[in-house]
């Protein structure tokens, strides 16, 4: 009998099942993944080491999806703001798997060489050093936030009181994904202003 020309399973095949069912809504759980993969459990240990093995691939497996590439010559400010766009994108196509991203190290060279951009990024703009990698998570942590909150109900406020103060403002004020995408831009606006003040 011929083999097959590609491998039965491997972590990218592992790791894209793995999304698939959390994103539609299912737990992580090994026993019904290695069931929809139709493997057993030992040939699925055999390709990542357990859960947290599973979780690292399925983040390999979307920093791929998601790449940035700064290109030459870009100005500083042009190159971070794609590059937490990626974070952003990624995170909000795929909130249910952030969840179980955010309880496990980043060491996969992908998703390194992600990060590492966005610290040149940060390091051509001329911020100190000593608050580069301070900076970096304060963009990952906000991407994060602003993601999670696209899961939030489509009005976030309603007054019972007639005279809140927020009554009229909340008039004129977007809804659903118009308000989210609008919290993640002047968001993102206001961070860079808080780095450009503390550079030079």
């Known amino acids: 009998m011929a083999r097959p020309v590609s491998p039965l399973l491997s972590p990218e095949k592992i790791a894209s099942a793995a999304i698939e069912m959390v ?26 080491d357990g859960r947290e093995g599973i979780i690292q691939a399925m983040r390999e497996v979307l920093s791929r999806q998601y790449e940035f ?3 030459i010559g870009e100005a500083w400010r042009d190159s971070l703001r794609e590059g937490v766009n990626a974070l952003w994108r990624l995170y ?22 992600l990060y590492e951009s966005l610290v040149e990024c940060l390091q051509k703009s001329g911020l100190p050093d ?13 991407a994060f936030g602003a993601a999670l909150d696209a899961l939030s109900p489509t009005t976030i406020f309603a007054p019972k009181d007639a005279g809140s103060p927020m009554s009229e403002l909340l008039r004129q004020h977007p809804s659903g994904r118009e308000r989210n995408e609008l919290l993640y831009k002047r968001g993102l606006d206001i961070i860079f202003a808080g780095i450009e003040s503390r550079i030079g």
């Open 23 to 48: 994103d539609a809504g299912h737990e992580l759980k090994i026993q019904p993944l290695a069931k929809k993969l139709g493997v057993s459990l030992s040939s699925l240990y055999h390709h990542v």
């Open 69 to 71: 590439n700064p290109s």
């Open 92 to 113: 909000s196509d795929h909130p249910r798997v952030m969840i179980h991203l955010l309880g496990v190290t980043i060491h996969e060279s992908d998703t390194m060489r």
């Open 130 to 142: 000593s608050e580069v990698l301070t900076t970096l998570e304060v963009l990952d942590a906000f």
